[in-house]
């Protein structure tokens, strides 16, 4: 049988997907850019910071493979190699890593040749709002926008640790947002209310949310009789915590006015309608990057049809 739709208009109308496709019927949406948060994108679908993003080689390809826009590893005021290993765990669906934020900080810009004119937003992090500026200020002339890392669970002194606090949020925001490219703030699910500091970067002049950053967690060997990673907490991400990231992205959509940008256990193209339905303009895509290189291909493929309806239509309806 055929499923039906609502859609914010309050039209019923019908969508199926092709007849070999593993999902018996879906929305599709129509192919073509899109404009998020300030950022020219080729479609909806982004490469998450911290995968495939420590190289220009690397993000060039994952461009060449489907994604709209790719977010570079997060960059910070100094080099730094990150936390003693193991850094990353597998399990059946999720992963634990502590990577401790290892980056070329301005060295970055060296690896900036393949990307000139694409669609990246650099992702950085600091330990002040001045540090925040500083970092920015280095790649001003290069990035299509920035992502404040304000949410990494893993970092002492740096992420949530500075991402819980709203007035600091607001504050890193500012001084970035100042510089006059487009701002995004990616925040922490580690805390009471995700809704106070998403506020709190949109008054600082964020021009999208990002929802959501890892969850902290762990895990222990009873082998070893020791934690799994060698900084013993670390972010938890994939499949199993696409729940909490739809849950972020909804509370989010009904409290601010700027896009929200969806993060966190996205693996097909029905997550992607899910997560727009849920308040999300945009999708960012990481740990299932790991498993699949062509990830962006298999999605776009299922989700985009020259028939198909413009996103718009469907973004939040899951509200109405």
């Known amino acids: 049988m055929r499923s039906k739709v609502i859609l914010k208009n309050s039209l019923w109308k019908w969508y199926l997907l092709p007849k070999d496709s593993n999902s018996l019927y879906m929305i599709r949406l129509a192919p073509g ?33 489907g994604a709209g826009g790719v ?29 401790g934020l290892p980056n070329p900080s301005r060295g970055f810009r060296d690896e900036w040749g393949p990307l000139r004119g694409q669609p990246v937003i650099v992702s950085i992090f600091g330990g002040t709002p001045e540090e925040f500026r500083t970092v920015a200020g280095w790649f001003i002339d290069l990035a299509a926008g920035f992502e404040l890392n304000l949410s990494c669970p893993h970092a002492e002194g740096f992420g949530s640790a500075l991402g819980s606090d709203p007035s600091i949020v607001e504050d890193c925001t500012r001084v970035v947002a100042d510089l006059g490219l487009p701002t995004w703030v990616k925040l922490t699910p580690n805390v009471t209310d ?31 009789c020791r934690p799994v990673l060698g900084n013993r907490f670390g972010g938890v991400s994939g499949s199993a915590i696409f729940p909490v990231s739809i849950r972020c992205v909804y509370e989010l959509f009904d409290a601010c006015s700027i896009p929200i940008i969806g993060c966190g256990g996205i693996r097909t193209a029905s997550d992607v309608l899910e997560m727009i339905m849920a308040g999300a303009s945009a999708v960012q895509i990481g740990s299932a990057v790991m498993e699949d290189e062509h990830i962006f291909q298999g999605i776009a493929a299922e989700l985009y049809s020259p028939t198909g309806i413009n996103a718009e239509e469907i973004l939040g309806c899951a509200h109405d």
């Open 33 to 65: 850019p899109v404009e998020v948060g300030g950022v020219h994108l080729a479609n909806h679908l982004l490469l998450a910071a911290g995968v495939l993003g420590t190289t220009g080689a690397s993000l060039a390809r994952i461009l060449n493979t």
């Open 71 to 99: 977010v570079t590893k997060s960059l910070g005021p100094r080099p730094f190699p990150g936390h003693p290993g193991p850094c990353i765990a597998a399990f059946d669906g999720y992963m634990l890593n502590a990577m």
């Open 194 to 224: 995700i809704v106070e500091i998403g506020i709190a970067a949109q008054d600082g002049g964020a021009t999208a949310l990002v929802a959501i950053n890892t969850l902290k967690g762990m895990r222990i060997s009873t082998e070893l």
